[in-house]
């Protein structure tokens, strides 16, 4: 195989299974949408760590055929959704083959009695979501990525959706998954609540276990009411206590959505709608004013945080969305509102709700005129029980603080915890040895901000990751959350899924070649 | 024995060996439940049987019965796996423990998710759902290679 390119070893040994090795193609597939990898694109380097190539099976026959081919050659596979992922899950190398599961879009089974869907891995979200609602039913899961990401993606990073509140996160949905070990044989597994349950093994696993080709996932009925709040808090905490305060108390609002007081102003004035898609420039003020802004960004960010900036901006604002038949959503906000206004929440009308829900999914299209201004953004989504969220929003809102401008807000609650959503902009530091060029000064910056923020997370008691998956980005930190044990243990799983280790090499794994080097100077992952 | 109560995020840490009475009781000076019958079991024997009794997870999709947890591993080395209402770090390795049988590791402490006494429910409807099928050969064919991989 080493004399030979991998993809047309694979024509010869299975023809008919559609591939490419068109260089386009090669480049297409090269990355998914880790913000890091923008900034590489802006510097002129498009993708150095191009797979050999891409294959687009057809079925789950064709992807066991492919994968036992792959184990018999030694050939590594990188599983693909819709690469919308932003960890560097899928960062190839030359030697290894991407297999695309976008064919595979097949509902297999809708069982309406029991309310279950198996459906293939390669289906795209929102019109999976799209015919389920035309049959009658929801999945309840609405990723900000759902134009851009698949069933099989979903599973593969632990997707959390807007409504966790209600219908739970991705691992919450799955009662089956189809998928194909590293061998090539097919393995069905099942949800079970009192006897063995391998399902949480492989969700979550960023396709270094199996290839995931089709899930049987939980429906519920669509909702046919809805009942829409909105309240403002004095702070972010004084909102956060009242969403402990409705998880705790069995109320279970599809959507909560607490906004620090930047952010909540931006929603307030509906700054999603008017920059998104299709504005095409930068945000605010001028692109050069808001480089030499975020050179200061510690200034900035103490000035919001502080009270006369929380005054300034109007205070944190609670988003909040019951949904279900008849008048359970109407009577549940009532219960909620009482709770909430004994807990200085003022009540701001419907207006905020509905408006968030009429542009969902903008936001995720705002990060191109950013990159364009020669700066950079990206989140960090990290979640810890309700006693330490005080010290997790403290710690990584100065660990980001001292490198990039930081807001955040809280989507995803439980009664035990809660996730926090961190979103960043960031320039470029001062100039040093070796490291003059602008961007290589932003990767620099960028670097040290998530270095910095993943430690104090750790720190804190929270964990790495909420709902985006680990990655390369975040594997050299794994151990700090998993230890020693934890991380022997993932390799054990490997090798019991994969004896080759053909599947994903080096994502998840703390001492795998790492996207960065020490002190941030830019490096090619080839490994 | 002594059991840590994290009042904020109502959750409990008890030691495996604690039996679910004895963490019933501690909990209701508190004004708080597990929110399950209390029987003579050992809670670290009753979660490796997969809580028999327990509601189904899939009921309350928000929430969870166990948030984290110290076990030996078969190897003799121990897991920590921390509290935390959900998590995306990779595989979830609780399914190593919950429900497994002590197959891979016996339960030290465990997390327990515990409820305000009068709290709602939350009951979503599974009726009609297979929340427990038989093992099939595939899957016992992986427990054992699992097995064998964690011993090495």
């Not at chain 1, 297999?99 to 097949?106: E, G």
């Not at chain 1, 390369?472 to 934890?486: I, W, Y």
């Amino acid at each position: 195989m080493a004399d030979s390119h991998p993809i047309a070893e694979l024509s010869r040994a299975l023809p008919g299974v559609r591939s490419s090795d068109d260089a386009a193609d090669r480049v297409a597939y090269a990355r998914d949408l880790w913000p890091r990898h923008h900034l590489a694109v802006r510097a002129g380097n498009v993708a150095e760590h191009r797979p050999a190539g891409v294959v687009w099976p057809g079925s789950t026959e064709e992807v066991s055929r492919i994968i036992r081919w792959a184990h018999d050659t030694g050939t590594p596979v990188v599983p693909f959704g819709a690469g919308s992922g932003v960890c560097a899950g899928v960062l190839p190398s030359e030697r290894m083959i991407v297999l695309d599961l976008k064919r595979m879009t097949r509902w297999r089974e809708l069982d309406e009695r029991r309310r279950t869907l198996d459906v293939e891995a390669g289906q795209m979200g929102l019109p999976l979501e799209e015919d389920l609602n035309r049959r009658g039913f929801t999945l309840g899961h609405f990723p900000s990525s759902i134009l851009c990401s698949t069933v099989g993606g979903w599973v593969a990073a632990r997707s959390a959706g807007q409504c966790s509140g209600k219908y739970g996160k991705i691992e919450d949905m799955v009662l089956a998954l189809e998928c194909v070990k590293g061998n090539g044989d097919v393995l069905t597994l099942r949800h079970r609540t009192s006897g063995p349950n391998l399902i949480p093994l492989v969700v979550g696993s960023e396709g270094t276990l199996a290839v995931v080709t089709s899930a049987t996932l939980r429906l519920h009925p669509r909702p046919t009411s809805r009942a829409f709040a909105a309240f403002s808090f004095p702070t972010t905490e004084h909102g956060w206590e009242a969403m402990r305060a409705m998880f705790q108390a069995g109320l279970r609002p599809a959507v909560s959505r607490l906004y620090d007081p930047f952010d909540a102003m931006l929603a307030r004035r509906g700054a999603v709608k008017k920059g998104g898609a299709d504005s095409g420039g930068t945000p605010g003020l001028g692109a050069a004013a808001l480089r030499t802004l975020l050179r200061r960004p510690g200034a900035i960010n103490e000035l919001m945080e502080g009270s006369i900036g929380s005054a300034m901006l109007g205070g944190s604002l609670l988003i909040v969305i019951f949904e279900g038949d008849g008048d359970g959503p109407s009577k549940d906000l009532d219960i909620a509102r009482a709770m909430l206004e004994k807990m200085q929440a003022r009540y701001e009308g419907e207006g905020p709700a509905q408006k968030w829900l009429l542009h969902r999914y903008s936001v995720s299209y705002r990060q191109a005129p950013v990159f364009a201004a020669g700066l950079f953004s990206d989140t960090m989504e990290v979640a810890a029980p309700w006693s330490k969220l005080h010290a997790l929003y403290d710690g990584v809102r100065r660990a980001l603080g001292e490198h990039v401008f930081v807001m955040a807000h809280l989507s995803h609650a439980y009664p035990d915890g809660c996730c926090i959503y961190f979103s960043f902009a960031g320039t470029a530091g001062p100039a040093e040895p070796g490291r003059e060029g602008w961007d290589a000064r932003c990767e620099t910056t960028y670097d040290r901000t998530w270095r910095a923020a993943l430690a104090s997370a750790v720190e804190a008691g929270g964990t790495l990751a909420h709902h985006h998956g680990a990655g390369r980005s975040k594997a050299p930190r794994l151990s700090s959350e998993l230890g020693s044990t934890g991380i022997d243990t993932v390799k054990a799983l490997m090798r019991a899924f994969d004896p080759r280790g053909i599947l994903n090499p080096g994502n998840l794994l703390p001492d795998a070649p790492s996207p960065y080097v020490d002190d941030a100077h830019p490096k090619q992952v080839t490994q | 024995m002594s059991f840590e109560i994290d009042r904020a995020s109502l959750l409990v840490r008890v030691p495996g060996a604690a039996t679910l009475t004895s963490i019933e009781q501690a909990l209701a000076r508190e004004g708080l439940t597990l929110g399950v019958a209390a029987t003579d079991d050992a809670v670290g024997d009753w979660l490796a049987r997969g809580a028999p009794g327990a509601p189904s997870p899939l009921s309350d999709p928000a929430d969870h019965l166990v948030a984290g947890v110290t076990a030996t591993l078969i190897n003799g080395s121990t897991l920590e796996v921390r509290p935390a209402p959900r998590r995306a770090v990779g595989p979830d390795l609780m399914a190593l423990v919950v429900g497994a049988r002590e197959r891979f590791a016996s339960i030290d402490h465990v997390w327990l998710r515990v409820h305000l006494t009068g709290a709602r429910p939350v009951t979503l409807s599974t009726e009609g759902l297979d929340l427990d099928p038989p093992v099939s050969n595939e899957e016992a064919s992986l427990l054992d290679a699992i097995a064998r991989e964690l011993a090495r």
